[in-house]
């Protein structure tokens, strides 16, 4: 399986904005998704956006609870993906999760993989 590196989150106050990152650990990937989940307290995990499609042709899809407030953006020469968050309120605490799907190159033959980050806290309040 292909490891992700997750950096970002933690406190922030209403209103207040947050960037999430995390890169693969690898060098040779073709991806199919790439993205961010939520799993706020007692509730399912949930998409909040993602972007299909490896390189030049792309789409993304966000949650419309954060449309208009989050922008997904994607790096890659570095593997990564960011979530820039805005306009945060109290319903968008929960433990964020990375998720990237697709395929690496072992150094003999591509690999399917499907890989969660470890999770980071993101708590709005006052």
């Known amino acids: 399986q292909v490891q992700l590196l997750e950096s970002g989150g933690g406190l922030v106050q209403p209103g207040g904005s947050l960037n999430l990152s995390c890169a693969a650990v690898g060098r040779n990937f073709m991806f199919n998704t790439r993205g961010w989940y939520r799993q706020p307290p007692g509730k399912q995990r949930e998409l909040v956006a993602a972007?299909?499609?490896?390189?030049?042709?792309?789409?993304?899809n966000y949650a419309d609870p954060v449309k208009g407030r989050f922008t997904l953006s994607r790096d890659n020469a570095r593997n990564s993906i960011s979530l820039q968050m805005d306009s945060l309120n109290p319903e968008d605490t929960a433990v964020y999760f990375c998720?990237?799907?697709?395929?690496?190159?072992?150094?003999?033959?591509?690999?399917?993989?499907?890989?969660w980050g470890q999770g980071t806290q993101v708590t709005v309040s006052s």
């Open positions: 972007i299909s499609g490896n390189y030049n042709i792309a789409s993304i």
């Open positions: 998720n990237m799907n697709g395929r690496f190159f072992n150094g003999r033959s591509w690999n399917a993989f499907d890989s």
